[in-house]
């Protein structure tokens, strides 16, 4: 029984014997050594005397105890043994499942991880804990790479599941109709009023004591599928109040989709905290971004109206290039205001508005957590810039995006240092040679590095010293899959199947 105490840091009888041997006081080492080894608890200390005045051993007091842990040990391990089918699915499809969650943001929005759960065959009870498994497998993962994609597995698997018909999972999982119907707008592309009643009524309705569902709900939020709709929407919402010369502080629907988006952004610091409470969202976004961000559309729609006009009843309006010192400032300081002017530059940039374009470039310079450098954003980006490929043949619009906005962080920032070759990649033909003569010697890597940026840049080398050569041939830039967002187009006007309110996939 007392074989193996010294490596748990516990005296046995051979320490005791040398204690006394050593001691002056007996009785005080033999009350220190019990006070150092025995079981350490606050409440006890003031039982244990009463035991001693009734003569009971301490040996008898400690087996009585080692006998009530040992019972309450076997209890749990029967209760663990109902579950060993899934833990031995677990155990044995662990790294299986570890490969398909880490390998997810390389891939389509086709969860294989769902067939690890269909092909388990596992009891009601099983599933569930694999499901769990799972689901603590994604927030790790969000928490050590804070990779979005991983927020939108975590969506895309329940949706999967609930298609699929897996009524344990579905019944147990709070998160279930908010991600339902958050789905249905996501495929619609568009946010309307009756869902955006049903998303409030399942935010306010999480109860006292189950706030910890919220950050499962920031997570579903904070999908770039979600953000996307929900920043769509919002600015469909500024459009049809631009309309009805209103503010939009007097929007319900619009307030609430800045609340999800704020809960959304916020989904790594409430799981890394565990502090599960909504966080507020800056009520100057509403007061003073968003009026500066519709200063910004309506000095584009004015210029745009002029140009249409005959000749003889233009005037002399140029396009503006100032921004509103608060749009600006809200682009560095708040990430949800971040967020949606991050989503208008990309807007703008595949409507082909060129000089919208090379007006919010500059904002983009500087930008809160340099969320303007990040992967998606920029993968995004330069994508649309392939359909402004001509104008990359003058001097002004290359100085715009590269010396305005690229070309400031890409010598401390590789992923930007490789989107900018990406970019010229597929350009390089059409960028003014001296121009990509330049642009080569600044984004040339030292020689000691290693990187694939390198082939790189020493295939556009290649490419622009012989100007007779035809352009390469690449894969063509994903554009992304982000809609327009003109008045009256079917984004707008996209009807929900009467026959299903949250329609599948």
């Given at each position: 029984?007392f074989?193996?105490?010294?490596?748990?840091?516990?005296?046995?009888?051979?320490?005791?014997?040398?204690?006394?041997t050593?001691?002056?006081?007996?009785?005080?080492?033999?009350?220190?050594?019990q006070?150092?080894?025995?079981?350490?608890?606050p409440?006890?200390?003031?039982?244990?005397?009463?035991?001693?005045?009734?003569?009971?051993?301490?040996?008898?007091?400690?087996?009585?105890?080692?006998?009530?842990?040992?019972?309450k040990?076997?209890?749990?391990?029967?209760?663990?043994?109902e579950?060993?089918?899934?833990?031995?699915?677990?155990?044995?499809?662990?790294?299986?499942?570890?490969?398909?969650?880490?390998q997810?943001?390389?891939?389509?929005?086709?969860?294989?991880?769902?067939?690890?759960?269909?092909?388990?065959q596992?009891?009601?009870?099983?599933?569930v804990?694999?499901?769990?498994?799972?689901?603590?497998?994604?927030?790790?993962?969000?928490?050590?790479?804070?990779?979005?994609?991983?927020?939108?597995?975590?969506?895309?698997?329940?949706?999967?599941?609930?298609?699929?018909?897996?009524?344990?999972?579905?019944?147990?999982?709070?998160?279930?109709?908010f991600?339902?119907?958050?789905?249905?707008?996501?495929?619609?592309?568009?946010?309307?009023?009756?869902r955006?009643?049903?998303?409030?009524?399942?935010l306010?309705?999480?109860?006292?004591?189950?706030?910890?569902?919220?950050?499962?709900?920031?997570?579903?939020?904070?999908?770039?599928?979600?953000?996307?709709t929900?920043?769509?929407?919002?600015?469909?919402?500024?459009?049809?109040?631009?309309?009805?010369?209103?503010?939009?502080r007097?929007?319900?629907?619009l307030?609430?989709?800045?609340?999800?988006?704020?809960?959304?952004?916020?989904?790594?610091?409430?799981?890394?905290?565990q502090?599960?409470?909504?966080?507020?969202?800056?009520l100057?976004?509403?007061?003073?971004?968003?009026?500066?961000?519709?200063?910004v559309?309506?000095?584009d729609?004015?210029?745009?109206?002029?140009?249409r006009?005959?000749?003889?009843?233009?005037?002399?309006?140029?396009?503006?290039?100032?921004?509103?010192?608060?749009?600006?400032?809200?682009?560095?300081?708040?990430?949800?205001?971040?967020?949606?002017?991050?989503?208008?530059?990309?807007?703008?940039t595949?409507?082909?508005n060129k000089?919208?374009l090379?007006?919010?470039?500059?904002?983009?310079?500087e930008?809160h957590?340099?969320?303007?450098?990040?992967?998606i954003?920029?993968?995004?980006?330069?994508?649309?810039?392939?359909?402004?490929?001509?104008?990359?043949?003058?001097?002004?619009?290359?100085?715009?995006?590269?010396?305005?906005?690229?070309?400031?962080?890409f010598s401390?920032?590789?992923?930007?240092?490789?989107?900018?070759?990406?970019?010229?990649?597929?350009?390089?033909?059409?960028?003014?040679?001296?121009?990509?003569?330049?642009?080569?010697?600044?984004l040339e890597?030292?020689?000691?590095?290693?990187?694939?940026?390198?082939?790189?840049?020493?295939?556009?080398?290649k490419?622009?010293?012989?100007?007779?050569?035809?352009?390469q041939r690449?894969?063509?830039?994903?554009?992304?899959?982000?809609?327009?967002?003109?008045?009256?187009?079917?984004?707008?006007?996209?009807?929900?199947?009467?026959?299903?309110?949250?329609?599948?996939?």
């Amino acid at each position: 029984m007392f074989a193996g105490l010294p490596e748990l840091g516990i005296s046995n009888g051979e320490d005791l014997k040398e204690t006394l041997t050593n001691c002056t006081e007996p009785l005080k080492a033999i009350d220190q050594f019990q006070t150092e080894n025995g079981i350490l608890l606050p409440t006890l200390q003031s039982a244990l005397p009463f035991l001693d005045l009734h003569g009971t051993p301490r040996l008898e007091f400690h087996q009585s105890v080692f006998d009530e842990l040992r019972d309450k040990l076997m209890e749990r391990v029967a209760v663990i043994a109902e579950g060993k089918d899934a833990d031995r699915y677990v155990w044995a499809g662990g790294p299986r499942l570890t490969r398909l969650t880490r390998q997810y943001p390389r891939s389509e929005r086709q969860p294989r991880v769902v067939q690890c759960v269909r092909a388990s065959q596992l009891p009601s009870s099983g599933v569930v804990k694999l499901y769990d498994m799972v689901l603590q497998f994604l927030r790790t993962l969000f928490l050590r790479t804070r990779n979005v994609h991983y927020c939108t597995l975590r969506a895309e698997l329940l949706m999967s599941l609930h298609d699929l018909d897996v009524s344990e999972i579905c019944s147990v999982d709070p998160c279930h109709k908010f991600t339902w119907c958050l789905d249905a707008c996501i495929r619609e592309k568009f946010v309307d009023a009756k869902r955006a009643r049903e998303l409030q009524g399942f935010l306010d309705g999480v109860k006292k004591g189950q706030e910890q569902v919220l950050g499962d709900l920031s997570m579903i939020l904070c999908d770039p599928f979600a953000s996307n709709t929900l920043v769509l929407s919002t600015v469909r919402n500024l459009q049809e109040l631009l309309g009805q010369d209103a503010l939009p502080r007097d929007s319900p629907d619009l307030l609430l989709l800045l609340r999800m988006l704020c809960l959304g952004q916020g989904a790594w610091d409430m799981i890394d905290s565990q502090v599960f409470k909504e966080p507020r969202l800056d009520l100057e976004v509403v007061t003073r971004f968003l009026p500066a961000m519709m200063s910004v559309v309506v000095d584009d729609y004015t210029f745009t109206v002029e140009q249409r006009l005959p000749t003889e009843e233009k005037s002399s309006l140029t396009y503006p290039t100032a921004l509103p010192e608060a749009y600006t400032k809200f682009l560095q300081e708040n990430r949800v205001a971040c967020e949606m002017g991050l989503y208008y530059v990309l807007h703008i940039t595949k409507q082909r508005n060129k000089n919208a374009l090379q007006r919010l470039l500059p904002a983009l310079a500087e930008t809160h957590n340099d969320m303007a450098l990040g992967d998606i954003f920029l993968h995004l980006f330069t994508g649309h810039l392939t359909l402004l490929s001509d104008d990359f043949g003058t001097e002004e619009f290359c100085n715009a995006v590269f010396d305005g906005f690229l070309l400031t962080s890409f010598s401390s920032k590789e992923n930007v240092h490789r989107h900018i070759l990406r970019l010229l990649l597929h350009l390089h033909h059409k960028v003014l040679p001296s121009r990509l003569e330049t642009l080569l010697k600044a984004l040339e890597p030292p020689k000691q590095a290693h990187c694939p940026s390198i082939s790189w840049a020493g295939n556009l080398t290649k490419y622009s010293l012989c100007p007779s050569a035809p352009p390469q041939r690449q894969p063509p830039l994903q554009t992304g899959k982000a809609p327009g967002l003109r008045v009256g187009s079917s984004l707008w006007n996209a009807k929900p199947c009467p026959s299903d309110p949250y329609p599948s996939r």
